[in-house]
């Protein structure tokens, strides 16, 4: 724990950019170590522990790139056409075992491996083909045109994926070409989930004067699957120390994170921050921007540990308003939790829309609008902004596409004008 002394968690309370929270959180945490091994067909989105490193050269032969005739590049005539006298066909996969001689070529299909002394492929297309004579006017190939070579993708021992990636389909298929059937990932990071509040009632149940349905639980849980995480439901938690902190045990006791919504604003203040005092050093953030403060990030030890022993367990305590809840989680846990899960940090890829509408904006805190991205007629791209933008209009977030974030210190927008945009598709 000495190392966060220095560090923005030390300071308690304190006014932070969007930034500079982001930036503490990153510097406190730590990856996990644990790897399991799975086969490949179960490691979509999973966290590769470590390179996966080809034991093959891909391809593993020079091998054509086209449907044609392959040939030795030295027989082109550069004047004038060239003549050539086809002795056979090979197919891929099959292997031709004698001799192809100068003068000589033999009709290939894609991806046949090239046989001994031929380097050169002429398409079909590109010749004319009299019974076993093939004519290749002039200028039209080069000696070594349409040849794939043997490692050409990957070369036998070094890296064709490294540590740290999120594994997509197209890696599946990149660790199947290697003939690898089993890969070794981080363990699923376990997250810890829960709701505070008196006022929230759980599905079913009937939903009496004054009170609402928990609905921060399921769209974080939502937000949490999305990441791979193991998710651990402890429910909902009522508005009492003795609760919060029972609750708070048992999470830590399993989890490698605790995500909580709600109990973090001025009115619940004082009973969570006592009870958070007692297990940890978490600090309440009064985060500059809109909507989304408060937020109270820290580690937290389990009863029977001292702290510094065991790698803490992280609270990320989000406001409760249901928009403030998502947009928390994707301005600081999403890639709090994929760097805790071993993944290498990847930049969020941000587009620039034009605004259909003018934004008042103040400078000196970030905003996060809930926007619609669409096409314009031009081709270029645009966002208008979807209905209320009230930090409780859960629909404002469900109609959105995207977050139309404006920055610490950017000023208000006219008409027109370009804004950064974060995709759902990509963040969610
Ligand atoms: P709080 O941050 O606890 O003060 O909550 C702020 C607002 O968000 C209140 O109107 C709560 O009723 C609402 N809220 C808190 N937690 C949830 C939840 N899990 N689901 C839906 N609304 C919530
Ligand atoms: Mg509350």
């Avoid at 928390?328 to 930049?347: D, K, S």
Wanted: one cysteine or more; aromatic letters at 4%.
């Amino acid at each position: 724990m000495t190392e966060l002394a220095e560090s923005p968690l030390a300071a308690g309370d304190r006014n932070l950019s969007v930034d500079e929270a982001r930036a503490a959180i990153a510097a406190a945490l730590r990856p996990i170590t644990d790897s399991e091994t799975v086969a490949l067909a179960q490691a979509l989105g999973r966290v590769l522990a470590a390179d996966v490193n080809s034991p093959i050269d891909v391809p593993a032969h020079d091998n054509s790139a086209m449907d044609g005739y392959a040939f030795r590049g030295s027989d082109l005539q550069p004047a004038g056409p060239t003549t050539l006298h086809a002795v056979g066909t090979l197919f891929a996969g099959a292997p031709w075992a004698s001799i192809v001689g100068p003068g000589q070529c033999l009709r290939i299909m894609t991806g046949a491996v090239m046989p001994a002394g031929l380097d050169t492929v002429v398409p079909l297309e590109l010749c004319r083909v009299e019974g076993n004579t093939v004519h290749v006017e002039a200028g039209v190939i080069r000696p070594g045109d349409n040849r794939r070579r043997r490692g050409e993708d990957l070369t036998a021992g070094r890296p064709a994926l490294q540590g740290g990636r999120v594994l997509k389909p197209s890696d599946l298929g990149l660790v199947a070409s290697l003939g690898i059937a089993e890969v070794t990932v981080r363990r699923r990071l376990r997250v810890a989930l829960f709701s505070t509040g008196d006022e929230l009632r759980t599905l079913g149940q009937p939903l009496d004067a004054g009170s609402v349905y928990d609905s921060n639980r399921y769209s974080l849980l939502g937000a949490l699957q999305r990441l791979g995480m193991e998710v651990i439901d402890l429910g909902l938690v009522r508005d009492d120390p003795a609760a919060l902190k029972a609750t708070l045990e048992t999470a830590v006791a399993q989890a490698d994170v605790v995500l909580t919504s709600g109990g973090v604003s001025m009115g619940d203040a004082d009973h969570t921050r006592a009870v958070l005092a007692s297990m940890g050093e978490v600090a309440f953030w009064k985060v500059a921007m809109r909507p989304g403060r408060p937020f109270a990030f820290g580690p937290l030890a389990a009863a029977n540990e001292p702290a510094g022993v065991a790698p803490p367990c992280w609270l990320f305590a989000l406001p409760g308003n249901p928009v403030a809840a998502l947009v928390t989680f994707y301005a600081f846990a999403r890639e709090a939790l994929l760097l805790l899960a071993g993944a290498t940090p990847q930049p969020l890829p941000v587009l620039q829309a034009r605004c259909t509408t003018a934004l008042r904006k103040r400078p000196g805190r970030t905003e996060f609008q809930r926007g619609i991205v669409e096409r314009a007629a031009d081709d270029g791209w645009q966002v208008r902004l979807t209905g209320s933008q009230g930090a409780g209009v859960l629909r404002s977030m469900s109609e959105a596409n995207a977050l139309v974030v404006l920055g610490h210190a950017q000023g208000s927008v006219t008409e027109g004008g370009l804004v950064d945009v974060w995709l759902f598709d990509g963040l969610v």
